[in-house]
């Protein structure tokens, strides 16, 4: 059976931990057809465009 051979030091073992809680920002840019924040590659949810085209039917409110 695998046993440590010296005990890890609590710096150690808190720069190994340090790696799974990091958290990186959503990158927002603004749709070029209609100038709502959306993500980048993926369509706009407000109009629906993809790269100057419209690639998804989007449902009116009203």
């Given at each position: ?18 790696n799974h ?11 070029p ?14 109009c629906?465009?993809?790269k100057?085209?419209?690639a ?7």
């Open positions: 059976m695998a046993v440590p051979k010296r005990k890890t030091t609590p710096p150690k073992r808190d720069m190994r931990r340090a809680d990091k958290v990186t920002p959503v990158e927002i840019v603004a749709c057809n209609c100038g709502e924040a959306t993500r980048p590659h993926r369509a706009c949810g407000s629906g465009h993809y100057g085209k419209k998804v039917a989007v449902k009116t409110t009203g």
